[in-house]
T-cell receptor
Framework: GQQLNQSPQSMFIQEGEDVSMNCTSSSIFNTWLWYKQDPGEGPVLLIALYKAGELTSNGRLTAQFGITRKDSFLNISASIPSDVGIYFCAGGLTNAGKSTFGDGTTLTVKP | AAGVIQSPRHLIKEKRETATLKCYPIPRHDTVYWYQQGPGQDPQFLISFYEKMQSDKGSIPDRFSAQQFSDYHSELNMSSLELGDSALYFC???????????FGSGTRLTVV
C-alpha cells in the first residue's frame, strides 16, 4: 500500500530555533495534512493543503504541498516548549475517505 | 465547540473477550473514521462510514466490526480479543469530502 516517509524521525532543538520536517511518498496524493499529537491524546489538525504548490501558514507554522504531489514540508518558526510532540503528515485521495499517515517526527524543545 | 467524544477512555479486557468502543462525532459531521495506533506507531486506518454506510475499509481484522447509527454515532465491536489488539483506538469525524478530520481523545484498550 501507500507509504509516507517522514524525516527526520526525531529532533532536539533549543527554544527559539526554527524547525523543518518533511514527508515523501512514492505515490501522489490530492490532499496533504499535518497533525500534532500529544501523549495519550488524539492528533490535532494543524494545516490542510488541497492544491499542488499551495503554501499555507497557521501562526508560526507554514506548510507546502509539493508540486509533484508526492511530498510536503512543515516549518515551525521560533519554537517554544509547547511545540513538543509528535508531528504526523497524512495524505488523502479524492473519493477515498481515509488518510494515510506518515510515521511521525518527534520534536523535543529544550528551554 | 463540541468535539468528537469517545467512550470509554480506558478499557481493560482479557484475551478472548469482547469489547465495544463508542464514538460520537461532531454535530453535522456525516463521516466517521476509526484508526488504531499501537505504541510508538502511526495511526492505521481501520474503517470509515458515510451516512451510515461503510465507505472505506482498511486493515481491520475480521474479528472486528463497526457500524454507524441513525444519530451518526458509531461503534467498533471487537471480539476474540488478542494481546496484539492492545492499542489506542481513535475515532475521527468530518463533513463529507473534508480530509481535515477532528480526532477524539481515543480509547486505550489493554488486553491482558
Amino acid at each position: 500500500g501507500q507509504q509516507l516517509n517522514q524525516s527526520p524521525q526525531s529532533m532536539f532543538i533549543q527554544e527559539g530555533e526554527d524547525v523543518s520536517m518533511n514527508c515523501t511518498s512514492s505515490s501522489i496524493f490530492n490532499t496533504w495534512l499535518w497533525y500534532k499529537q500529544d501523549p495519550g491524546e488524539g492528533p490535532v489538525l494543524l494545516i490542510a493543503l488541497y492544491k499542488a504548490g499551495e503554501l499555507t501558514s497557521n501562526g508560526r507554522l507554514t506548510a507546502q504541498f509539493g508540486i509533484t504531489r508526492k511530498d510536503s514540508f512543515l516549518n515551525i518558526s521560533a519554537s517554544i516548549p509547547s511545540d513538543v510532540g509528535i508531528y504526523f503528515c497524512a495524505g488523502g485521495l479524492t473519493n477515498a475517505g481515509k488518510s494515510t499517515f506518515g510515521d511521525g517526527t518527534t520534536l523535543t524543545v529544550k528551554p | 465547540a463540541a468535539g468528537v467524544i469517545q467512550s470509554p477512555r480506558h478499557l481493560i479486557k482479557e484475551k478472548r473477550e469482547t469489547a465495544t468502543l463508542k464514538c460520537y462525532p461532531i454535530p453535522r459531521h456525516d463521516t466517521v473514521y476509526w484508526y488504531q495506533q499501537g505504541p510508538g506507531q502511526d495511526p492505521q486506518f481501520l474503517i470509515s462510514f458515510y451516512e451510515k454506510m461503510q465507505s472505506d475499509k482498511g486493515s481491520i481484522p475480521d474479528r472486528f466490526s463497526a457500524q454507524q447509527f441513525s444519530d451518526y454515532h458509531s461503534e467498533l465491536n471487537m471480539s476474540s480479543l488478542e494481546l496484539g489488539d492492545s492499542a489506542l483506538y481513535f475515532c475521527a469525524s468530518s463533513p463529507q469530502g473534508n480530509y481535515g478530520y477532528t480526532f477524539g481523545s481515543g480509547t486505550r484498550l489493554t488486553v491482558v
